[in-house]
């Protein structure tokens, strides 16, 4: 440890925070995670567990981090599983690529700007399959799909991924501490409360930087008044979707995920912006499985005709007015690069945000910004 190139404390082992730890480990940082929560527990202050998760870019021109964000872990996903393909010794990482079809009830007013980043992009006509058969179901008066497009996009079993993060991490040397740091005292108290944590787990050692991956934790850990939950509620179903889909329709939106290797589905869901609650509205868990129900009837296994539902749950995806805090700060004299607020989008932006990140903590401790 003695050759490193310097010991950084994570906080957070959400997939932010794990991804993180994973780039700056194997550049040669000693890092440890302090994290209230770590893969395997299930908390609705633990967003990344809740994930569907896919790919699916949510970024717009006008914010072309975020853009490159998502293209960085497109590529690095396809280039992970092709490295899975060749190497069956290598861990998996829980990664899936599929079919993914993307609906529009209206005419599209986006701008696809991502299309030319992924494989296989094309448009769908109407008598396309499956856009035929599920227009063909729709009663008269509701929406129908006007506008369809297909491509090839990741679906991650979001358990598996966080784990195999964790693990990596752990290979290169990332130690993991469960525990919880006051946020009733401000974010320089916690840093020395995790700096704490960190000497009793590894020894006395200094730490030459923070990473602050707390997702929605920093609202409070940084008085971060720009963020805010943005609630999901979601259907997990028997049965594992052969394509992914995401709708939009006039007054809703409905997607479905299937969790590769489990035998299992994401079925979606809300966007709630604002709204802290934990407890799933069972007249949401209708319109979740109604849409399903026209949408991928194949799934509809259960004796009596319908889903066969194992659990509905909620998670609150980290949002933040003007987008992710990644930046470096220095708080009572500490190096500190925030990486949180990530929103809908924390699993496609990962990889290119962890990298945005390990750039942020060496300019930290790069020789003019020695404190
Ligand atoms: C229903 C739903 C569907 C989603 N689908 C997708 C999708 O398809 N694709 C996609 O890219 N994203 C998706 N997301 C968004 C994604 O899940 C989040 O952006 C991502 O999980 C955020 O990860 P994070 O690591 O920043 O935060 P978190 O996962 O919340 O991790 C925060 C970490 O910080 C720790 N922490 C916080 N406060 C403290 C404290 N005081 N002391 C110690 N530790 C602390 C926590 O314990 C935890 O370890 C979805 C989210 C939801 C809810």
Known sequence: MSR???HIV??????????????????????????AHVPGDESIEYTSPWAGAHWHTHATPDDPRACDWDVQTYEYW???LESERKDLNL?????????????????VQEELWWAHHVNDFRVLASHHEPIHSINARTQEGAGRIEEAVMYRAIAINVPQYLLYLQERA????????????????GLHAALLEAQKEADNSRGKRKVDCFVNATGLGAAKLCADQAMYPIRGQTVLVKGEAETIFTRSGSDYGAYCIPRPGTGSTILGGTKEKGVWSETPDPKVTERILKHAALNVPELMTGSDGGFEVI???????????GGARVEKEVVGGKRVVHAYGHAGGGYQNSIGSARLTQRLVEESLSVEAKL
């Open 4 to 6: 490193s190139k310097g």
């Open 10 to 35: 994570v906080l957070g082992a959400g997939v932010t925070g794990l991804t993180s730890a994973v780039f700056l480990a194997e550049a040669g940082y000693e890092v440890t995670i302090v994290a």
């Open 78 to 80: 396809i280039d992970l």
């Open 91 to 107: 861990p998996k990482a829980g990664l899936k690529v599929y079919d993914s079809y993307k609906y529009w009830d209206f005419p």
């Open 170 to 185: 752990r290979k290169s040397g990332a130690v993991v501490i469960k525990s919880r740091l006051s946020t009733a005292t």
């Open 311 to 321: 659990s509905v749950q909620c998670g609150l995806r980290p949002g933040r007015e």
